[in-house]
């Protein structure tokens, strides 16, 4: 017989169907056992009335994974946790597939007063997988991914694939992590940033969901060690422009997630809007925050700063331009000589993205990382990538992480990456 998934009971009433999946709870009585089973579809309640597979039944502990034949009826008893809430399966056959050993994290927390520490789930990440709620979290953070790529095709990019070991640090600064590559040192790539410009030189339109890493010590609840970045490029283009891809891009995710995640941000109790777009300069912010009695660094936005414009413009994508050119790394077109054409995008009070539109001129790639104070001879073959029929190019990184977390409202970051990394965390 064919496996039929819990959310396709419905067409199936009166009918026996083969269910797999786990024990989320077993419940029983002398004359009738209860079974809740759990796919990835949803709950399914199941009601065991024969007898002879009573033995069976006490053998099954939370998690473990079974096969049950049974006929899908309406229910007898309502429960709060079943999806299929008006039908139940009568076991007819249950088989044990895989008993699981005891739980060392809750899996089912009905009691909210008795949740599991981060830390504790994150040790279990595999377990605290089998949640439903959390499942619900990378369901939608799939849903995102998949609606970046669908919009990036509809605009003409291409993906392409990054290397990930480097040989000089692309974002500037010590946030690096070294590795050992033969005879040389290497470095894991911080961003896929000169690798996109490069070819978006040549190939117009580019798109990335790349993984990067940055060996900040510190910990923080918005940052990961490792982390993965949409990425984007393109070429014959200034900021405005790319703003407007990004405000266009994020708004298509969000409505994508609105559509296609109903039951997850029901079960998340997340709140979703298509965002509106707001366009400021950093002088105009530094205005607004000194109104506020918050005072600004010379080139940067405080946390303090981006959770007030979270809160003077909700459900908005702020773009806040004009950067003071000290505040943006090397790779940043400059805008006179204090101003640059580069950006941050803040959304629910946190920042989601940073790009601009990049230096494509060699002599002043040159000037900027000195600048900087990098060496030119570390960036040859990028700054030479631009000598031979460079146009101008844009582009931006935005946080697949930071975006998920702020679309769902969670607390920690950790909790919008399957197994996050971060100072003192390498397995699982
Ligand atoms: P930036 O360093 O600002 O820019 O990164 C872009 C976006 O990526 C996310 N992000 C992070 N998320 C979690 N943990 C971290 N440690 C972390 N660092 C960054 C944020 C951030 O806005 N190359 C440029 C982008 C460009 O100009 O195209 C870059 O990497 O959401």
Known sequence: MERTKIDQLKGNIGQTVLVKGWIQEFRGQSKIKFILLRDISGVAQC????????????KVTTETVVSIEGLVKTATV???????????????KLDIINTAEPLPINVVEKDKSIITDLSKRLDYRFLDLHKRDIQAIFKVQSTL????????????????????????SSEGGTEVFEVKYFEKSALLSQSCQLYKQMIACSMEKVFAVFTVWR????????HLNESRQFDFEMAFADDKDVMDVLARCIQFMIEK???????????????????GVKYLTFAEVSGIMKKHGIHLGADD?????????????????????????SGKPFYIMPKGDELSLGFDAIYRGMEISSGGQRVHLPELLVERLKAKDLNPENFKSYIDSFRYGAPPHAGWGAGVERITM?????????EAALFPRDRERLTP
């Open 301 to 325: 936005l405080s946390g303090e700063a981006e959770e007030k414009l979270g809160e003077l413009y909700p459900e908005t994508i702020v773009f806040v331009h004009d950067w003071p050119l």
């Open 257 to 275: 997630v609105m559509k296609e995640n109903q039951r997850e941000l029901a079960l998340l109790n997340a709140k979703l809007k298509v965002p």
């Open 215 to 222: 060996a900040e010590k510190h910990n923080t609840v918005r």
């Open 406 to 414: 702020l679309i769902l409202g969670l607390k920690n970051i950790r």
């Open 78 to 92: 309502k429960s709060a946790e079943v999806t299929e809430n008006t039908l139940e399966i009568e076991v007819k």
């Open 145 to 168: 991914v998949q609606a970046y790529h669908e919009f990036m095709i509809k605009e003409g990019a291409i993906e392409a694939l990054f290397p990930s070991i480097i040989g000089a």
């Open 47 to 58: 009601v065991v009335f024969d007898q002879s597979l009573f033995d069976a039944c006490s």
